[in-house]
């Protein structure tokens, strides 16, 4: 990706020398989430183009440099399936990493496909092969998870671990989560193994929400043809009056904002996980929807490699979940172009990438 608003082109780079630690991986599958589109459209700052996109990928491990240790424990070794957790650094030393725990807010927070620049390596999954560098998170991908369950969960999967752990979610609970996209896909799909009562989905368009119905909600809701207020009464008819235990939003929009602090209860909670960029000012009357509510609202940015291997243990463990249909089409490296416009105009919920294809 030469720069925002550019076609992506395809760029061949020498194959890198691996020092002590460092391993290549050939890639099988990547993807093209919507932060990639963000990418294309320049919305993220100080992202050091040109880059190789592709954060979320997975591969069989080509050559490996000393002995290398997965995240999980296990050794790992040359020939072996494996994935890698793409927030490759973060520092250890600042006050969000060791003071606070929180360290996807990290200053220093490296991760692949976004912060890298193409003249660093081969830092991006829309790739023939990736750079892993030292210290990276690297995992054997379980036998039983085929590349494109773990791609069609991608890092919507990860997201959705860290907004289910924001959630607090109880057994039990109702949900409602508002976007359709592969976050709000997955963490519909956790809030049903998680044991939740009522699942609730808003979005568009009817082929997501289709998709939604098989992850695990009850009811769906299609933005275009309901209104607020309609949702708003259907959602009141199956929660005692009250509206759910727990929002989710995962829409990206700041309508969808003013929404939330409407459907769910008093005392209940709110995880706001899509406002990935800036898309301007919600509205919220902080006596109405907050204070005499009693609300609890929580962001959630990015996740940590524990999320990352809870991630492969529910893929190991939940085969049942349609992971794969999120992922909708395969692309090869020449036709990601076209990805990317696909996934912007929401004709596919997300694109896959086959760089040997
Ligand atoms: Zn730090
Ligand atoms: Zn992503």
Redo the contacts with the bound molecule.
């Keep these: 990706m030469p720069g925002p608003q550019q076609p992506v082109e395809i760029r061949e780079f020498p194959r890198p020398d691996l020092p002590s630690g460092a391993a290549l991986l050939r890639t099988l599958r990547s993807e093209v989430c919507g932060t990639d589109v963000h990418l294309w459209h320049g919305r993220l700052a100080g992202v050091p183009y040109p880059i190789i996109p592709g954060h979320v990928s997975s591969g069989i491990l080509e050559s490996i440099r000393g002995p290398l240790k997965g995240l999980d424990g296990s050794t790992l070794a040359e020939g072996d399936r494996a994935v890698f957790f793409d927030v490759h650094r973060?520092?250890?030393?600042?006050?969000?990493?060791?003071v606070h725990r929180t360290?996807t807010?990290?200053?220093?927070?490296r991760v692949y496909g976004i912060t890298d620049s193409a003249g660093e390596g081969l830092f991006g999954g829309w790739s023939q092969y990736i750079y892993l560098e030292p210290g990276v998170g690297i995992a054997r991908l379980p036998d039983s998870v085929s590349v494109d369950d773990y791609i069609g969960g991608g890092c919507g999967l990860l997201t959705a671990v860290h907004i289910r752990e924001r959630a607090a979610l109880r057994p039990g609970d109702s949900v409602l989560v508002q976007g359709v996209g592969a976050v709000g896909l997955c963490a519909i799909a956790l809030c049903r193994l998680a044991g939740a009562s009522t699942i609730f989905a808003v979005g568009d368009p009817m082929s997501r929400l289709a998709l939604a119905t098989h992850m695990g909600a009850e009811q769906v809701f299609e933005l275009a043809s309901t209104s607020a207020e309609e949702r708003l009464q259907a959602v009141r008819e199956r929660t005692h009056g009250e509206g759910v235990d727990v929002v989710i939003e995962a829409a990206g929009s700041a309508r969808a904002i003013e929404e939330g602090v409407t459907l769910v209860r008093d005392g209940g909670r709110y995880v706001i996980a899509g406002h990935y960029t800036d898309v301007g000012p919600s509205t919220i009357n902080a006596h109405q929807h907050i204070n005499r509510k009693h609300l609890e609202i929580r962001g959630c940015w990015g996740s940590e490699s524990r999320h990352f291997l809870e991630a492969i243990a529910i893929l190991e463990a939940h085969g049942d979940v349609p992971w794969r249909d999120i992922g909708a089409r395969t692309y090869p490296l020449a036709s990601l172009n076209q990805a990317l416009d696909d996934a912007e105009a929401m004709r596919i919920t997300k694109a896959l990438v086959d760089p040997w294809a």
Excluded: H, I, K, S
């Design positions: 973060t520092c250890g030393e600042c006050r969000a990493c060791t360290p807010r990290c200053p220093a927070r």
